[in-house]
């Protein structure tokens, strides 16, 4: 399985103002790659499979990562801290592809407001996710972890790149 996160910009759409853009191709943007294990060493965070390479749109650099068999795992991919001057609606846009085993491996952007929990972003105006994560299987996550089944999920063959923009509020 395998996916690729392109650029990825924030902007407010009343005024089009960009916050952040990151093409990735002078350097990683600070982005930061880890791979959860909710099962074996009770939870802990190792590096991840993420990369970064010339896998983006039109060959740009982008973030992405080649999965495998076993698991469950979570390759989290996060962002440095984006500071949002001013009040007002602020979007997510980025450009992304998928070849993953639906419903069973998928990606989800999750977000954080100033430091709280981390919640799934599921307000889409272009291209929302495509499926939703099995709920025949517990994922053996142990009691305690939350499991992932329900989630809405881009997964699949997106057949490639699209670009997506979600709703930060």
């Given amino acids: 399985a395998a996916s690729t996160l392109g650029l990825a910009c924030l902007a407010q759409p009343a005024s089009a103002a960009s916050i952040h853009v990151e093409d990735f191709n ?99 105006s272009e291209n929302g996710y495509n499926d939703t994560m099995q709920s025949s299987n517990s994922w053996e996550y142990p009691e305690g972890i939350d499991s992932m089944v329900g989630l809405a999920m881009f997964s699949g063959d997106s057949g490639g790149f699209v670009h997506s923009v979600g709703d930060l509020g």
Avoid: C, R
Avoid at 36 to 45: E, L, M, Q, T, W
Avoid at 56 to 82: D, F, M
Avoid at 99 to 107: F, H, I, K, S
């Fill in 26 to 124: 002078s350097n990683d943007g600070g982005y930061v790659a880890a791979l959860f294990d909710p099962i074996s060493a009770g939870g802990a965070a190792a590096s991840g499979p993420w990369v970064v390479g010339p896998n983006g749109v039109g060959s740009t650099n982008a973030w992405s990562a080649i999965g495998g068999e076993g698991g469950p795992y979570e390759h989290h991919l996060t962002s440095p801290v984006i500071t949002v001057p001013g009040n007002g609606s602020v979007s997510l846009e980025f450009d992304h592809k998928t070849l993953l085993e639906g419903a069973w491996d998928g990606g989800v952007i999750m977000t954080s407001v100033n430091g709280a929990a981390f919640k799934q972003l599921t307000d889409f």
